[in-house]
């Protein structure tokens, strides 16, 4: 097995875990994005620049997955959508990252 195949089944474990609610995420630390038939993990970093977010997800388990990365200065979000099953948002909020269900893309 491939290690992109390995990490993308890890990714996929984790998110079957633990859900996608509004609470702190800890640098490095993935939390599970749930969007439907459309899932994956987001974790972040801290660099000189700002907070690096790192999105991955695909539909289902056998999707291409594609990967965001958003760099968040302290009050920015980023939201996540589908045009059927709602948003996520991934702010941040001082030195921390905060996920959670939105209720439209345009929040």
Same mark, same amino acid.
């Given at each position: 097995?491939?290690?992109?195949?390995?990490?993308?089944a *890890?990714?996929?474990?984790?998110?079957?875990? *633990?859900?996608?609610?509004?609470e702190?995420v800890?640098?490095i630390?993935?939390k599970?994005?749930?969007?439907?038939?459309?899932s994956? &993990?987001? +974790? +972040? *970093?801290?660099? #000189?620049?700002?907070?690096? &977010?790192?999105t *991955?997800?695909?539909?289902?388990?056998?999707?291409?997955?594609?990967?965001?990365?958003?760099?968040?200065a302290?009050g920015?979000?980023?939201v996540?959508?589908?045009?059927?099953?709602?948003?996520?948002?991934?702010? #941040?909020?001082?030195?921390?990252?905060v996920?959670?269900?939105?209720?439209t893309?345009t929040?």
């Amino acid at each position: 097995m491939s290690i992109r195949k390995v990490a993308i089944a *890890t990714a996929f474990i984790v998110a079957s875990l *633990t859900a996608a609610r509004a609470e702190g995420v800890r640098p490095i630390e993935a939390k599970s994005i749930g969007l439907g038939a459309v899932s994956g &993990v987001a +974790y +972040y *970093t801290a660099e #000189r620049d700002g907070l690096h &977010v790192v999105t *991955t997800l695909a539909e289902g388990k056998d999707g291409m997955p594609i990967r965001v990365v958003s760099v968040l200065a302290p009050g920015q979000r980023v939201v996540l959508s589908t045009p059927l099953t709602g948003a996520v948002e991934i702010s #941040r909020q001082g030195d921390s990252v905060v996920v959670r269900k939105a209720t439209t893309a345009t929040n």
